[in-house]
């Protein structure tokens, strides 16, 4: 049976860009010094077409902006939340290696720490904008690329962008109690668990409850949360340690059944409390990596920051 864990496990391109590349490069973010040969086709945030010219692309980066949002304008520090298609440009099948939409959610990433090509490619751009880029090897993956892509591969990316979330962006909310355990409000909640055995039932508690429409199933979260280990009173991962937000597809098991049934169904803006059994969580093998044993309690701090 597939192993579920807070953060999914997703063979994404872009996503592993964010992952194993470094800071994207300095500089202001690029705008298109003439058109790409590439015909797209299709509406803002719906499924594009691609034409591609005979031929392989140009040796260096190029970037067209085929529709302009009016909405906020990306930066370094924010996550973007975009819907993207991409394929290695050949010359011959143009392969697809990627697509959002074939994942049936929109995607999340940070701005800053993209694969260079793409993130001087979105940098600086607005909300509600369609961007085309192509990206030479040299601003892509470099010499170690993801399954499927080849080191010397040209690779082009269409680009909708839906929504920017600002570092350190979370939701107003007084303090409160679950169980024994006790949060504080503010902008970053400070969880403190009593040394008292854990309870064997899930529990959750909404703290504050939202404004926004209700969170569904397969729909892409945008959180903030903390995470803690009941029986040692630690944190073990935690989003407001750098203030940058982290996004979940919830309700269809990627996630462990603790989110899923205490997230799904809640307003967007609202902050949740979850005292979680291991069943709903990571069960009897645990989370090494997060120093989580089969037999762990944990306690969650969640955020709902917006919902795609």
């Known amino acids: 049976m597939r192993r579920r864990t807070i953060v ?68 370094d520090d924010d996550v973007a939340v975009v819907q993207y298609t991409a394929h290695v440009w050949d010359g011959r099948d143009n392969r697809l290696v990627d697509s959002s939409f074939n994942r049936g959610a929109p995607a999340a990433f940070p701005v800053g720490s993209l694969l260079p090509g793409l993130g001087r490619a979105l940098r600086g751009r607005t909300v509600g904008s369609r961007v085309l880029a192509a990206v030479p090897p040299d601003q892509g993956f470099g010499a170690a690329p993801p399954r499927g892509v080849g080191p010397a591969d040209d690779l082009v990316y269409v680009v909708d962008i839906l929504g920017a979330h600002r570092k350190g962006v979370s939701v107003e909310a007084a303090g409160g109690s679950l169980a024994g355990v006790r949060v504080t409000g503010g902008e970053r909640p400070k969880v403190s668990i009593p040394a008292a055995a854990p309870p064997r039932a899930f529990a959750a508690k909404v703290l504050r409850r939202g404004s926004g429409g209700p969170a569904r199933a397969g729909q892409l979260l945008v959180t903030q949360y903390e995470g803690a280990i009941w029986a040692r009173r630690e944190v073990f991962d935690s989003t407001w340690s750098t203030g940058l937000p982290k996004a979940f597809r919830i309700g269809d098991g990627t996630v462990i059944k603790a989110w899923d049934k205490a997230l799904v169904g809640v307003p967007v803006g609202s902050r949740v409390l979850m005292v979680v059994p291991p069943a709903y969580g990571y069960g009897a093998p645990g989370h090494p990596a997060y120093g989580i044993k089969g037999s762990d309690a944990l306690v969650f701090v969640v955020d709902v920051l917006a919902a795609y």
């Open 8 to 75: 999914p496990s997703l063979a994404s391109l872009l996503l592993l860009a964010a992952a194993c590349t470094g800071p994207t490069a300095g500089g202001p973010a690029l705008k298109a010094e003439k058109k790409l040969d590439l015909k797209v086709g299709g509406a803002f945030g719906a499924r594009p077409t691609i034409v591609f010219p005979a031929g392989r692309p140009a040796a260096d980066l190029q970037v067209d902006e085929l529709t302009t949002g009016g909405g906020d304008r990306l930066g």
